[in-house]
């Protein structure tokens, strides 16, 4: 079992002298979605090359930034751009938003992400917000990650993502407006998309949307006792369900294009919390 306290001790003594608030919402923003934290009142910034031992992720927009800011009366921490897996970054780093968010005694995350889109009906577009995940090409780091789980940190995570926060975002989305769908959330290692075989096999187990991320946030979020919540944007349909290539031209763009509702929800959604 990795310690997370000793690996990123600097860093957290570093945050912890900066932070401006204990915050009460932290999120993670996935591909082409970094925009909703422009519009909030910031209070502080921090860019990874500030922070000592934090990944910088090379995927094109992903710049990596954590922000304290506040709307309405909520303060909110913001982790702009993650570390993927599939850039050879561990498991260990690919958690640090979280790591970080438990340490500043926050109690609630929402992840994001971009999601090519399996279920049918589901188009470019749409947000989509996870019923429950597939993490079966994880089990293996995340065990070594978390360990064992202890009874309280299972128990934990039969509650991933928690009812009682995605109970909010779907009030949020009718009350904005806002057509939520929901479904499976698949994790897939990347960074190729995957093929059309594997697109029929994940339908046909029961995924609704695929990604290279947020699974293991989640469940590492969960077992330490974070109420946790996840939505995708669809950006694109799954290999073999449309003719068209894949690009992440095609991903950051569509996400873009639906900024503004995917702004709205989340804004509703902290406000309600």
């Not at 204990?22 to 860019?47: N, Q, R």
């Not at 993927?84 to 929402?110: A, D, M, N, W």
């Amino acid at each position: 079992m990795i310690d997370l306290n000793f690996k990123y001790e600097k860093l957290l003594k570093f945050i912890e002298q900066e932070t401006p608030f204990i915050p009460e919402i932290a999120i993670v923003l996935g591909s082409g979605l970094g925009e909703f934290s422009d519009s909030l009142e910031t209070k502080k910034v921090f860019t990874s090359e500030e922070l000592p031992g934090y990944p910088v992720s090379a995927v094109e927009g992903h710049s990596s930034q954590i922000k304290f800011a506040v709307h309405g009366s909520k303060k909110i921490i913001i982790f702009k751009g993650r570390s993927h897996f599939y850039e050879g970054f561990k498991l260990s780093e690919c958690i640090l938003p979280v790591f970080i968010t438990q340490k500043l005694r926050c109690k609630k995350l929402i992840l994001t992400n971009a999601a090519g889109g399996i279920k049918q009906n589901l188009i470019p577009g749409d947000l989509m917000l996870s019923t429950s995940f597939n993490a079966m090409g994880l089990k293996k780091e995340l065990t070594e990650l978390i360990g064992l789980a202890s009874i309280k940190s299972r128990n934990y995570f039969l509650n991933c993502p928690s009812k009682e926060l995605n109970e909010i975002i779907k009030k949020s989305a009718v009350k904005e407006k806002i057509n939520l769908a929901e479904g499976i959330y698949w994790y897939s290692k990347g960074p190729s998309y995957e093929t059309p075989a594997e697109i029929k096999f994940i339908k046909k187990f029961g995924g609704d949307a695929v990604g290279m991320s947020t699974v293991h946030e989640a469940v590492f979020g969960a077992s330490v006792g974070l109420e946790v919540a996840a939505i995708s944007c669809i950006t694109n349909l799954a290999a073999g369900i449309s003719a068209e290539k894949l690009s992440h031209d095609d991903v950051k763009k569509t996400a873009e294009k639906v900024m503004s509702k995917f702004s709205r929800l989340l804004k509703k959604v902290v406000l309600e919390i």
